[in-house]
């Protein structure tokens, strides 16, 4: 009989709706349930596309015996952390300080209070290398609840004043300057692998946020080394495991120092992240390989994770079915030589092992091979390599593919929005345009209340119940500004407005300037949660630094630039020390550096051949965090707008930063030499 999870919009929720466990939502009814009965919540937290979700799911939660002893001593809640970040991150913290390391998924003892006393993330069904197995920790949860109630709501209560005693101080609330920038960039110089490209070593996660820092520090500075380190760890990454080299698209972090051997599950927000990378990449250095890679990306996620609505699914599964009926990570991507063969025949096959680093005894396990584009000697035919690789891609495609996690993130599409309409914009794909469209459409008709409030995600056409958080408003805000400068169309600058207001009025310490990741009228948590540094995805501390920042250069407004510069006060306490974990706060400080430049361009009509080459011109210019208006004169689309005629009839481009202007000019080579200076 299925559980009390059958009714959620959440694909990880509804995976465990036949469990025999008697799950709950997170809900003031859980908790009332659990005070009724006086047993203690044990609250699980995972994500469709965690691989050890899935195995902690089939030993325990699948298994009767364990869901019997379960259900008579506790009150389950399953939570999925992609819906309710806001309840993953205070618990997250808590098992972190607890126990030095967090994970998922996460496994959590709260008392009917929601006060947690006992963490941890993965337990086995039977001991294994010194853990514990799961029913030997429900056992002794259970004793500790019955026999030493008091010593439990100590230490309950211990970890919750603890929690509270840490709320961010960070200094003086002024932006970085020079000084903060160099030392960040001397930061990542000394953790940067020369090598293999990246920083650190084994996992090694694509380093989405730092690239664009480095990209726009080069850019307002034209310090080589920088362009080095991002030019090769995007080329390093796009040639290894990690990025699928058939079908486009980037898997989720790479197990070794090489980029070799993925953890497949792809995420909407690492391709997103990575395509709008590639896309500046190229726009900095006109690599080949660069335009490949964004442009592959992004009709990976418009083929792949693209839903009927029009927005963009989570996440795709790690797993799927081997062939035999058995489920295994990797089993759709990797190759073994005999399956080369079968599809290619022995000649190609030979050719197709040499181009992508397939080996007899293989990269990944029992002989197969992560696909690869190794740095080889001599020259391939370039048509009989594409030709292998559409053949292979379309033996691929009738395997059975991994699952997809179906639900529309808010701030992910934000995220997806920006990379699409950018590189659409970039590389003359209105196709690109017109989805990042549609998604910003779904956004706005399902997502958006009356009063602009954002719901976090929606499910087959329906919103779901939970509200929307910091990084929601910040990801969203900044993909509608981007939408904005491509297409010329001032409602999206008019919706960023809606949603940094609300950034302003519901998520910001008024005296402060500090963020936090959820509204002053929200749910009410053990913590209100409150994390600046950056982690799979900008935070949404910096995130939205970065749409304040970008909204005031479109308007002028002076109390979002002034929020803007106060968020960024934590980048200057965290940038020199932790530069790997704040690079998206760092590409924001780049801009407020620069500006950020304010460019209008004006026409008798968008469709103007000339009025084209000028927005276009100024959407390729590397200048940090510029902001684009296109439109004819007098157009009330865009502030930037007001009090620019044409030049002689003619149309043009006007540059300002810093409330200076540039005389306005009508050729392209002049506006493309003040946006590069």
Request: charged share 25%.
């Amino acid at each position: 009989m299925p559980n009390r999870l059958a009714h959620e919009t959440s694909p990880y929720l509804l995976q465990h709706v036949d469990n025999p466990v008697d799950w709950w939502p997170w809900s003031a009814e859980a908790f009332e349930e659990a005070r009724k009965r006086n047993v203690p919540v044990l609250l699980s937290i995972g994500y469709s596309s965690c691989h050890w979700c899935h195995v902690m799911a089939h030993e325990s939660f699948e298994d009767q015996e364990t869901a019997e002893y379960v259900n008579a001593h506790y009150v389950s809640v399953k939570v999925d952390r992609e819906e309710r970040p806001d309840v993953d991150a205070v618990y997250m913290e808590a098992v972190q300080a607890a126990t030095g390391q967090g994970g998922w998924p996460m496994t959590v003892f709260l008392t009917p209070d929601a006060e947690p006393f006992y963490f941890g993330t993965y337990f086995p069904p039977a001991p294994r290398q010194g853990m514990p197995s799961f029913r030997q920790v429900l056992q002794g949860v259970h004793q500790a609840w019955d026999e030493r109630r008091d010593e439990v709501t100590e230490v309950a209560g211990k970890i919750v004043r603890d929690l509270a005693g840490r709320e961010i101080s960070y200094g003086d609330a002024q932006t970085p300057g020079e000084e903060e920038l160099a030392q960040a960039l001397l930061g990542l110089t000394r953790e940067y692998d020369p090598q293999r490209g990246g920083f650190g070593g084994a996992p090694k996660f694509p380093p989405s946020m730092v690239l664009e820092f480095l990209l726009r520090h080069h850019a307002r500075t034209g310090a080589e080394g920088a362009l080095q380190m991002a030019s090769d760890t995007c080329e390093r990454m796009a040639r290894g495991g990690i990025y699928d080299q058939l079908g486009g698209g980037f898997a989720r972090y790479s197990v070794d120092r090489d980029w070799v051997v993925p953890h497949f599950e792809k995420m909407l927000y690492d391709n997103a992240l990575l395509c709008r990378v590639y896309a500046h990449l190229w726009r900095a250095t006109g690599s080949e390989l660069a335009r490949r890679v964004a442009l592959e990306t992004a009709d990976f996620m418009v083929r792949e994770l693209r839903t009927n609505e029009g927005g963009f699914a989570s996440a795709l599964d790690a797993d799927s079915d081997d062939g035999t009926g058995k489920h295994v990570e990797g089993a759709y991507y990797v190759w073994t030589p005999e399956q080369l063969r079968e599809v290619l025949g022995e000649q190609d096959a030979d050719l197709a092992a040499q181009v992508f680093g397939v080996t007899e005894e293989g990269t990944f396990e029992e002989g197969a091979s992560v696909l690869q584009l190794p740095v080889r000697d001599g020259v391939f035919d370039a048509e009989k390599v594409a030709s292998i690789r559409e053949r292979l891609l379309a033996a691929r495609s009738e395997r059975p593919a991994p699952g997809r996690d179906d639900k529309v993130v808010a701030a992910w599409n934000g995220l997806a929005i920006a990379a699409l309409a950018e590189t659409g914009a970039y590389f003359d794909r209105p196709d690109l345009v017109e989805a990042a469209v549609a998604a910003a459409d779904l956004l706005v008709r399902l997502h958006l209340d009356e009063q602009a409030r954002l719901t976090r995600t929606s499910k087959d056409g329906h919103a779901g119940a939970n509200a929307g958080v910091l990084e929601d408003y910040a990801d969203v805000a900044e993909g509608f500004l981007a939408l904005a400068s491509v297409t010329g169309e001032g409602v999206w600058l008019e919706f960023a407005g809606f949603l940094v207001d609300h950034v302003l009025a519901r998520f910001t310490d008024p005296e402060s300037g500090s963020l936090y990741d959820t509204a002053a009228d929200a749910e009410r948590l053990i913590r209100r949660p409150q994390d600046p540094t950056d982690n799979a995805a900008p935070s949404g501390w910096s995130a939205a630094a970065g749409a304040l920042l970008g909204y005031a250069a479109h308007t002028g407004s002076e109390p979002h630039r002034t929020a803007a510069e106060k968020a960024l006060g934590v980048v200057k306490a965290l940038g020199p020390r932790v530069p790997r974990f704040i690079g998206w706060g760092l590409a924001v400080a780049e801009a407020v550096l620069d500006g950020p430049r304010e460019v209008a361009v004006v026409g008798p009509s968008l469709g103007d051949e000339g009025t084209r080459s000028l927005h276009r011109t100024a959407l390729l210019g590397t200048a940090p965090g510029a902001v684009v208006a296109v439109g004819v004169p007098e157009s009330e689309e865009f502030p930037l707008l007001s009090g620019r005629p044409l030049v002689g009839g003619e149309p043009a481009a006007y540059v300002c930063r810093n409330f200076t202007c540039d005389a306005p000019t009508t050729e392209v080579d002049r506006l493309r030499a003040v946006l590069g200076d």
